[in-house]
């Protein structure tokens, strides 16, 4: 993701629909979000742990994509469990499903995405974060910002958005208010 965002600067694309950040601000105007996906944790089915709030005690071992979202998110709420950082989602996941690690938090759409490749895991209920998703300009494109912001708001307005992501059927991704 990060490098379709650097793309920004060779020219390559003039939209993007991306997660809004103060980093991503610096090269890019954004629309008000128009969706969120929350982040969340996925356990191994025979786990003791039931609830989000049960993830930071001694000797739980959470396995998470090393400087993504995830890890942003758990690291300074993290008090006695112990952090395992990977290179990827899906070695996270594969530490789950091997037993090496007690707990994955991601997007929750990526870790739908896995629950259904995936026996014997579940994903807690409840959110411990979210990202919101806007759509993107390259700082400065003009009259481009005023149309993507308008647009975003009629298409929320109209229930556009959540009407889309219902017939989609993603789970894990809800409508922006």
């Not at 997660?19 to 356990?43: C, E, N, W």
Request: hydrophobic share 40%; no cysteine.
């Amino acid at each position: 993701d990060k490098a379709r965002v650097d793309s920004i600067k060779s020219g390559q694309w003039d939209i993007i629909f991306t997660g809004s950040s103060p980093d991503r601000a610096k090269h890019l105007d954004f629309s008000a979000p128009y969706a969120q996906i929350d982040t969340g944790y996925m356990v191994a089915s025979g786990s003791s742990i039931s609830k989000i709030s049960e993830i930071d005690r001694a000797g739980v071992r959470i396995a998470v994509q090393g400087h993504g979202a995830a890890d942003r998110l758990i690291t300074p709420i993290t008090k006695a469990a112990t952090i395992i950082r990977v290179p990827t989602i899906a070695d996270a996941i594969e530490m789950l499903r091997s037993g090496q690690a007690d707990a994955v938090p991601a997007n929750k759409t990526n870790l739908f995405s896995a629950l259904d490749r995936l026996p014997g895991v579940r994903i807690l209920d409840g959110r411990m974060g979210f990202s919101e998703q806007s759509i993107g300009v390259r700082k400065g494109a003009g009259p481009a910002i005023t149309y993507v912001r308008k647009f975003v708001e009629e298409a929320k307005s109209q229930g556009m958005i959540k009407e889309a992501i219902e017939g989609a059927g993603v789970r894990g991704l809800s409508a922006a208010p």
